[in-house]
Protein backbone atom coordinates (compact mmCIF):
# COMPACT_ATOMS: atom_id res chain seq x y z
CA UNK A 1 0.00 0.00 0.00
CA UNK A 2 1.67 3.18 -0.67
CA UNK A 3 0.85 6.19 1.13
CA UNK A 4 2.35 9.35 1.95
CA UNK A 5 4.11 11.09 5.05
CA UNK A 6 3.04 14.22 6.76
CA UNK A 7 6.66 15.51 5.05
CA UNK A 8 5.83 14.63 1.72
CA UNK A 9 7.82 11.30 1.74
CA UNK A 10 6.45 7.84 0.11
CA UNK A 11 5.87 5.36 1.86
CA UNK A 12 5.48 1.48 0.68
CA UNK A 13 4.01 -0.61 3.02
CA UNK A 14 4.06 -4.51 1.73
CA UNK A 15 4.61 -8.04 2.74
CA UNK A 16 8.15 -9.59 1.53
CA UNK A 17 6.40 -11.64 -0.99
CA UNK A 18 4.63 -8.31 -2.09
CA UNK A 19 7.46 -5.45 -2.07
CA UNK A 20 9.50 -6.63 -5.65
CA UNK A 21 5.96 -6.31 -7.38
CA UNK A 22 4.73 -3.42 -5.46
CA UNK A 23 8.10 -1.31 -6.46
CA UNK A 24 7.76 -1.62 -9.72
CA UNK A 25 10.11 0.03 -12.01
CA UNK A 26 9.38 3.85 -10.77
CA UNK A 27 10.01 3.79 -7.18
CA UNK A 28 13.61 3.61 -5.59
CA UNK A 29 13.43 2.14 -1.88
CA UNK A 30 15.91 4.24 -0.89
CA UNK A 31 15.11 3.14 3.13
CA UNK A 32 13.74 0.26 4.11
CA UNK A 33 12.71 -0.89 7.41
CA UNK A 34 13.03 -4.70 8.02
CA UNK A 35 11.54 -6.31 11.19
CA UNK A 36 12.83 -9.46 13.13
CA UNK A 37 10.29 -10.35 15.95
CA UNK A 38 11.52 -13.65 15.56
CA UNK A 39 14.84 -15.88 14.85
CA UNK A 40 13.48 -16.79 11.50
CA UNK A 41 13.01 -13.13 10.08
CA UNK A 42 16.70 -12.63 11.86
CA UNK A 43 18.09 -15.63 9.53
CA UNK A 44 19.93 -13.75 6.65
CA UNK A 45 19.00 -16.72 4.24
CA UNK A 46 15.03 -15.19 4.74
CA UNK A 47 16.01 -12.09 3.56
CA UNK A 48 19.25 -12.11 1.47
CA UNK A 49 18.17 -12.58 -2.22
CA UNK A 50 15.55 -9.58 -1.57
CA UNK A 51 18.61 -7.72 0.19
CA UNK A 52 20.31 -8.11 -2.89
CA UNK A 53 17.77 -6.74 -5.58
CA UNK A 54 17.20 -3.77 -2.90
CA UNK A 55 20.71 -3.15 -3.29
CA UNK A 56 20.62 -3.02 -7.25
CA UNK A 57 17.37 -0.88 -6.89
CA UNK A 58 19.64 2.00 -5.16
CA UNK A 59 18.92 1.12 -1.01
CA UNK A 60 20.94 3.06 0.91
CA UNK A 61 20.03 2.95 4.29
CA UNK A 62 18.36 -0.37 6.00
CA UNK A 63 16.53 0.40 9.22
CA UNK A 64 16.15 -2.94 11.53
CA UNK A 65 13.90 -3.30 14.00
CA UNK A 66 12.71 -6.24 16.61
CA UNK A 67 13.98 -7.98 19.13
CA UNK A 68 16.57 -9.76 17.28
CA UNK A 69 17.61 -6.79 15.02
CA UNK A 70 20.98 -6.74 16.35
CA UNK A 71 21.49 -10.03 14.69
CA UNK A 72 19.64 -8.93 11.49
CA UNK A 73 21.29 -5.43 11.01
CA UNK A 74 24.93 -7.48 11.47
CA UNK A 75 23.88 -9.95 9.04
CA UNK A 76 23.22 -7.24 6.77
CA UNK A 77 26.17 -5.61 6.91
CA UNK A 78 28.21 -8.72 6.46
CA UNK A 79 25.89 -9.43 3.58
CA UNK A 80 26.98 -5.92 1.77
CA UNK A 81 30.32 -6.33 2.50
CA UNK A 82 30.38 -10.03 0.92
CA UNK A 83 28.45 -8.19 -2.23
CA UNK A 84 30.89 -6.17 -3.01
CA UNK A 85 33.46 -7.92 -2.62
CA UNK A 86 31.68 -10.37 -5.35
CA UNK A 87 30.56 -7.65 -7.75
CA UNK A 88 33.41 -5.09 -7.47
CA UNK A 89 30.75 -2.38 -5.96
CA UNK A 90 31.07 -0.13 -3.36
CA UNK A 91 27.78 -0.21 -1.87
CA UNK A 92 28.99 -0.31 1.77
CA UNK A 93 30.92 2.81 1.60
CA UNK A 94 27.22 5.07 1.21
CA UNK A 95 25.24 2.28 3.29
CA UNK A 96 23.89 2.90 6.30
CA UNK A 97 22.23 0.21 8.90
CA UNK A 98 20.67 0.77 11.97
CA UNK A 99 19.40 -1.63 14.83
CA UNK A 100 16.11 -0.79 16.84
CA UNK A 101 15.55 -3.51 19.57
CA UNK A 102 14.88 -1.40 22.39
CA UNK A 103 13.00 1.29 20.85
CA UNK A 104 9.14 1.92 21.28
CA UNK A 105 7.52 1.39 17.76
CA UNK A 106 6.65 5.33 17.76
CA UNK A 107 10.36 5.65 18.07
CA UNK A 108 11.29 3.65 14.93
CA UNK A 109 8.80 5.00 12.99
CA UNK A 110 9.89 8.49 14.23
CA UNK A 111 13.12 7.68 13.20
CA UNK A 112 12.63 6.62 9.78
CA UNK A 113 10.22 8.48 8.75
CA UNK A 114 11.86 11.82 9.93
CA UNK A 115 15.65 10.98 11.25
CA UNK A 116 16.57 9.38 7.84
CA UNK A 117 17.90 10.75 4.63
CA UNK A 118 15.91 9.99 1.64
CA UNK A 119 18.64 10.65 -1.49
CA UNK A 120 16.41 10.34 -4.28
CA UNK A 121 13.68 12.97 -3.54
CA UNK A 122 11.48 12.18 -6.37
CA UNK A 123 11.22 8.82 -7.22
CA UNK A 124 13.18 7.40 -3.67
CA UNK A 125 10.15 6.52 -0.94
CA UNK A 126 10.82 4.37 2.22
CA UNK A 127 9.73 0.84 1.74
CA UNK A 128 8.14 -1.20 5.29
CA UNK A 129 8.50 -4.82 4.80
CA UNK A 130 5.76 -5.49 7.59
CA UNK A 131 4.43 -9.67 8.34
CA UNK A 132 0.93 -10.07 7.71
CA UNK A 133 0.82 -12.34 10.92
CA UNK A 134 2.94 -10.12 13.09
CA UNK A 135 1.14 -8.14 15.96
CA UNK A 136 3.97 -6.07 16.27
CA UNK A 137 4.30 -5.55 12.70
CA UNK A 138 0.45 -4.89 12.68
CA UNK A 139 0.86 -1.95 14.89
CA UNK A 140 3.83 -0.28 13.32
CA UNK A 141 1.87 -0.54 10.07
CA UNK A 142 -0.75 1.70 12.11
CA UNK A 143 1.76 4.00 13.00
CA UNK A 144 3.31 4.31 9.87
CA UNK A 145 0.15 5.11 8.23
CA UNK A 146 -0.47 8.06 10.61
CA UNK A 147 3.64 9.34 10.07
Known amino acids: MMTKCSNGRSLLI ?7 TELGSNLMP ?5 TAWSVSRASISFWESLIKFLLNKGTTYFVCVGTFS ?6 IDELIYQYDDEHGTEHSI ?4 TYHADDTLEEVVDYCVYATELRDKDKGCILAILDDSSEEDEKMGILLKKA
Open 94 to 97: NMVT
Open 70 to 75: EKLHDD
Open 14 to 20: ANKSLAV
Open 30 to 34: CIVLL
